[in-house]
């Protein structure tokens, strides 16, 4: 695991998940496998029959060795077949849906980022979730 979205668990209820490839450029490539960068508030979207991840953090892994015009946070495309970019786009279009990387990972020498189309948390949603997780944590203290 090269990077992880801790906060897509809490604050999307993720229904379906799919592989992606991502396209990325060298720089980027060895700033990842460093486990550089962040997926926090990253998000996909679909235009033209391409899926495109946006917002995502990907810093030079060489500051200095870097081209100027180097942008960390660029649109990157992301490799899915045809069918699955049309059902990804039908999903984007419904209401209160959206499509979330949770995480960006190794498979073989390719890098690959795992995406789940989510539905956002009502506030309530979140508290109830906080309040499950602190009484799990006392019941594992109490065993002990």
Known sequence: ML??????RFNYELQEK???GIELLGLEVK????????LEG??????GNEAFLINSFIPPYQPKNTPKD???????????TRKEVTELAGTENKKGLT????SVYNKGRKIKVELAIARGKKKYDKRE????????REIRREEL
């Open 3 to 8: 990077l992880q979205n801790r906060k897509a």
């Open 18 to 20: 799919l592989e992606a």
């Open 31 to 38: 700033a990842l496998r460093a486990k550089q960068g962040s």
């Open 42 to 47: 990253a998000y996909v979207i679909v235009r």
């Open 70 to 80: 180097y942008d960390p946070r660029r649109n990157r495309k992301v490799l899915l």
């Open 99 to 102: 499509i979330v990387p949770i």
């Open 129 to 136: 979730t906080i309040k499950k997780r602190d009484s799990e």
